[in-house]
């Protein structure tokens, strides 16, 4: 007579063992998946830039209403050379604006520039204090500028200085830092 095996405990441990092996095998990547998850990339967009947003504005007065009504101005600039070097141009083709945007040295607390508006020459100096700032460890150091000051002979009748830090704006017209009325 022959005997029928219903149930082969070895083959069901030897079925068992690899299982338990490839479960052990998928918890812990698992369980690694979910610790690096949990770790957040950081954000190595810093806040500082080294670009100078100076607005020309037009003061007018209105008597009839008594007050002052400010509006942009748009300025001729021919050209714009930097002060330390004057061979070297920052603008060189005549532009009608309101915004010039300029950039500062990254390597002195000084930046000076000679403005040619409307066949006239300007100059324009800028001291600032620098800083650098760690932004994170993954992502490194952004050098902050802050502490704005303006100086020189400069178009219009008074300037006025908006945010002495330079900032990366979200948009173009944010952030300005330096306001010239005429």
């Known amino acids: 007579m022959q005997s029928i095996k219903i149930f082969n405990f070895t083959g069901f441990m030897t079925i068992?063992?690899?299982?338990?092996g490839y479960l052990l095998i998928v918890c812990c990547l698992l369980t690694g998946f979910?610790?690096?998850a949990c770790n957040e990339i950081p954000n190595c967009s810093g806040t500082s830039e080294n670009l100078l947003k100076v607005k020309f504005t037009s003061v007018d007065f209105d008597t009839e209403n008594d007050v002052f009504v400010l509006t942009d101005s748009l300025v001729i600039i021919q050209e714009v050379r930097s002060e330390e070097r004057p061979d070297s141009l920052i603008i060189e083709q005549a532009?009608?604006?309101?915004?010039?945007?300029?950039?500062?040295?990254?390597?002195?607390?000084?930046?000076?520039?000679?403005?040619?508006?409307n066949d006239s020459e300007y100059v324009l100096r800028v001291t600032y204090d620098r800083e650098?700032?760690?932004i994170a460890?993954?992502?490194g150091i952004e050098q902050v500028y802050k502490n704005l000051d303006i100086s020189g002979t400069l178009p219009g009748d008074s300037v006025l200085i908006l945010n002495d830090?330079?900032?990366?704006?979200?948009?173009?017209?944010?952030?300005?830092?330096?306001?010239?009325?005429?």
Request: hydrophobic residues 35%; aromatic residues 12%; neutral net charge.
């Open 34 to 36: 979910f610790f690096t």
């Open 95 to 117: 532009d009608t604006t309101s915004l010039l945007t300029l950039p500062v040295s990254p390597y002195s607390n000084t930046s000076g520039y000679l403005i040619t508006i």
């Open 137 to 139: 460890p993954e992502c």
């Open 132 to 134: 650098a700032r760690l």
């Open 16 to 20: 068992y063992v690899k299982m338990r």
């Open 165 to 182: 830090r330079l900032l990366r704006p979200s948009d173009e017209n944010q952030n300005i830092n330096v306001e010239i009325f005429f």
